[in-house]
């Protein structure tokens, strides 16, 4: 799919007065409140409509965010005024960016899984380049199994996500969480019921790795 007909299929998502996956934060992540410090540096991928991104700046973080839809950028800057809080929201596509080296303190990654095989592990090497030394990598998305569900995520095996999928993108970091589970998601419309999960808490070595700053 083109940039054009991605940014128009996701403006057409995000084109309602509600919000497709609510306005609040995902479980997954908000669990992780423990492992954020106020101050650290965040990046939200593909943030949507801005809930998580506003979540993390609410605990203080300083936080970027980018999303490919225009729509879901101006919902999500509202949003983060509605908090009073502060984001850096850009308009960008994951597929043609250019990765920082050590940025980060923290990347969110929810329910990516719009990308190909291919694609994925240009974005997921991304990840790693983008973390600082230290940083943590906190990533929720679905298992093959979701796909009986029908409760949200594509329609493509190909692009969920395994527990030795992920252990082989990522074995540059250090996995300090791996879990598959199947549980219900309450995000508005866009996810909701029982769902295929998996979740990844994965932390960049402080050691130098050849290949990565």
């Not at 609510?22 to 997954?28: C, M, V, Y």
């Not at 999303?67 to 984001?87: C, E, G, N, T």
């Not at 080296?101 to 240009?122: G, H, L």
């Amino acid at each position: 799919m083109s940039f054009s007909d991605a940014r128009q299929t996701w403006d057409a998502r995000y084109s309602r007065e509600d919000f497709l996956f609510g306005t609040e934060p995902n479980a997954f992540l908000s669990a992780q409140a423990h492992r954020l410090e106020p101050g650290s540096r965040a990046l939200c991928v593909a943030d949507g409509e801005g809930r998580n991104s506003v979540w993390l700046a609410g605990l203080g973080l300083e936080v970027d965010a980018f999303d490919i839809s225009p729509v879901a950028v101006a919902k999500a800057r509202a949003l983060a005024s509605q908090q009073r809080v502060s984001v850096r929201h850009a308009i960008a596509d994951i597929l043609h960016l250019e990765w920082p080296d050590a940025r980060y303190d923290v990347i969110a990654a929810i329910f990516i899984q719009f990308a190909s095989p291919d694609e994925r592990a240009a974005i997921f090497a991304g990840f790693v380049q983008s973390l600082r030394p230290g940083g943590v990598l906190l990533l929720q998305g679905y298992r093959p199994e979701q796909l009986a569900y029908r409760t949200g995520g594509p329609p493509f095996a190909e692009n969920m996500y395994s527990e030795p999928l992920l252990r082989e993108a990522f074995a540059a970091l250090d996995i300090h969480h791996l879990h598959s589970h199947d549980d219900i998601v309450c995000e508005g419309e866009g996810h909701n019921g029982m769902s295929a999960l998996i979740d990844l808490v994965a932390v960049k070595p402080r050691r130098v790795t050849e290949g990565y700053r």
